[in-house]
């Protein structure tokens, strides 16, 4: 009986407490809504001070944008604001983008910049950056770029995560402005130039790892080099030099290589990976170091601290390419 009783007091308090929890969701829940929505207008008149109305537009959206509003000013569209949202490893941003209509960017406001603290006033001065500036002018296919030495519009160092999402945000929202898809850099016109074209070379032989060579012509149809596209599955392993989320983990890896008639590099771009971006592009800088060393004489990747598992799936990649030239 003494059980029964205890059962019986602690089935009641449990619903005691469930009622005053949802009690107290029904009493917060319209006052956060309402702060939310101040939050909202306050951005709004950051990015376009004086505006009368903001109306929501029915269009397709694309990447990280999830909603367009028109702004009106005396009954006259001036400009738009992009709401976009994205995660990283650290959190989720979300924030508004103002585009005035001759391409003018009016300023990103963050709607919630939820990062590491520290990094915030970091990710806030980059944001900065872009007030001013015409989305027309902006190159899109670097906005985006994660590494610092190809980064070009990074003022403050210390947040590359929070502020290559903070970018990638943006050129969604430039990319709505402009209703045009994501920009798609071709890998084979960064490594041999925008006329050179492409064939299959059905002599090569292909491994599990150097899956196709093609051969490549300049405009005036003459053999300028070799494409080669290397691609595998690599487990990472375990470590105690290895954190618990990449720990025996199955991660795939394609690159695109180019090399001229003598062997030596032309460039290296990378297709496809599973591998964390941050660290992944930590390589690219040795990519572009590569350039005009014959293929025969490559050792190592260079040594990149805390980009292990990448590390040495590049170098498993190149040393494959090795094996059939």
């Not at 070799?226 to 983990?249: F, H, R």
Request: glycine share 8%; with cysteine.
């Amino acid at each position: 009986m003494k059980i029964f009783k205890t059962a019986l007091v602690l089935t009641l308090i449990g619903i005691a407490c469930g009622l005053l929890i949802g009690l107290s969701n029904q009493i917060t829940a319209p006052i956060i809504a309402e702060n939310e929505r101040k939050a909202e207008l306050k951005a709004y008149a950051a990015l376009f001070p004086g505006l009368d109305e903001a109306n929501k537009l029915d269009v397709e959206l694309q990447g990280a944008i999830y909603e367009v509003l028109e702004v009106k000013d005396g009954g006259q569209t001036v400009g738009y604001l992009y709401k976009g949202k994205l995660t990283n490893s650290y959190g989720s941003i979300d924030q508004l983008v103002g585009i005035k209509t001759n391409g003018e960017i009016t300023g990103v406001q963050f709607l919630n910049l939820d990062q590491t603290p520290s990094m915030k006033p970091a990710i806030e001065t980059n944001a900065a950056v872009y007030k001013g500036l015409n989305a027309n002018d902006i190159n899109l296919t670097n906005l985006v770029v994660f590494s610092s030495s190809a980064n070009v519009y990074d003022t403050t160092a210390g947040s590359s995560f929070g502020s290559t999402t903070m970018r990638t945000i943006l050129r969604d929202a430039i990319n709505q402005f402009k209703n045009e898809g994501p920009v798609v850099a071709d890998p084979y016109q960064n490594i041999f130039g925008p006329y050179a074209s492409k064939a299959d070379d059905a002599t090569f032989t292909a491994t599990d790892k150097v899956t196709k060579r093609e051969i490549i012509k300049d405009a005036s149809d003459n053999v300028i080099g070799y494409a080669y596209t290397l691609t595998s599955v690599k487990n990472t392993g375990t470590g105690s030099n290895l954190t618990e989320y990449i720990q025996d983990q199955d991660w795939s890896l394609s690159l695109l290589v180019g090399v001229d008639a003598d062997d030596e590099f032309l460039g290296i771009e990378l297709v496809s990976s599973q591998h964390t971006e941050f660290y992944i592009s930590k390589h690219l800088p040795y990519f572009e170091s590569l350039k005009g060393v014959a293929v025969a004489t490559y050792n190592t990747v260079d040594t990149i601290s805390g980009a292990s598992a990448s590390l040495a799936h590049i170098q498993e990649l190149l040393n494959a390419l090795q094996g059939v030239l």
